[in-house]
């Protein structure tokens, strides 16, 4: 017989909340939960900071929900029908986990727009690509300062499109981003976009880690209508 939950978790002093309405069927090992899952709040960077003691960066200080049909049974999980906003940014998509000796992870989302010069200031310095590279030369990095491997028990796709992503002060329309995980690599089914200036780029290809350091073997392919204006953006 199914048991109806419902339960509603706040936490002290700040406006966030965490709810679901659903139902356990079959109790015991063979259990599976569904209902709907709200998360919300006020402001991000103080819920983070509350939860991890850690202080966030302030461009997190904006309000932010996440709801979806979660759907568990201690093996599995899946958030679908999910939609979610953090500040004036909305998507929706869904997330699918399966755990077992090899993790099988597949998300899918549809992004509306995505400020990233709010996460990346130095893209508003001014700094030419010249400087740039010379402080680069300056301060190569070790070959192995972050060698790191890909997970070879892990498979994963993400599948990702955000139609404005504001970067550089130039407007990137139409970005998808299509790649799987499996067994050590990553495979770039599509990555494209559409630039300032009347340009667009796409590569697919393959990418693998050698000694420690990414290593992609592909196609990567351009078209513009206006290079200086693509130049003028970078």
Do not use: C, H
């Not at 077992?100 to 549809?110: K, M, N, P, Q, R």
């Not at 599509?190 to 780029?201: E, K, M, N, T």
């Not at 350091?213 to 693509?230: I, M, T």
């Amino acid at each position: 017989q199914p048991i109806g939950l419902n339960a509603t978790v706040s936490i002290t002093g700040l406006d966030s909340r965490m709810s679901f309405s659903g139902k356990l069927v079959n109790p015991g090992p063979a259990a599976l939960l569904n209902g709907k899952l709200t998360v919300e709040g006020a402001n991000a960077a103080d819920t983070f900071q509350r939860l991890t003691g850690n202080v966030a960066s302030a461009v997190l200080a904006q309000p932010f929900s996440v709801i979806g049909i979660v759907s568990t049974n201690g093996k599995a999980a899946a958030l679908n029908d999910m939609e979610g906003r953090f500040g004036d940014a909305a998507a929706n998509g869904a997330i699918n986990l399966n755990l077992g000796a090899v993790i099988d992870l597949d998300v899918a989302l549809s992004v509306n727009k995505f400020d990233l010069d709010k996460f990346l200031p130095t893209a508003k310095t001014g700094v030419t690509t010249g400087e740039k590279a010379a402080a680069t030369l300056a301060n190569p990095v070790p070959p192995n300062a972050a060698a790191f491997a890909l997970p070879e028990n892990v498979n994963a796709s993400l599948d990702l499109t955000i139609d404005v992503v504001r970067y550089n002060r130039g407007i990137v329309r139409q970005a998808g981003l299509r790649a799987v995980m499996s067994n050590g690599s990553i495979t770039l089914d599509r990555a494209s976009a559409l630039l300032p200036g009347g340009s667009d780029v796409s590569a697919f290809g393959f990418l693998q880690m050698v000694d420690g350091a990414p290593l992609f073997e592909g196609e990567v392919a351009v078209a513009s209508d206006n290079l200086r204006a693509v130049f003028d953006w970078l």
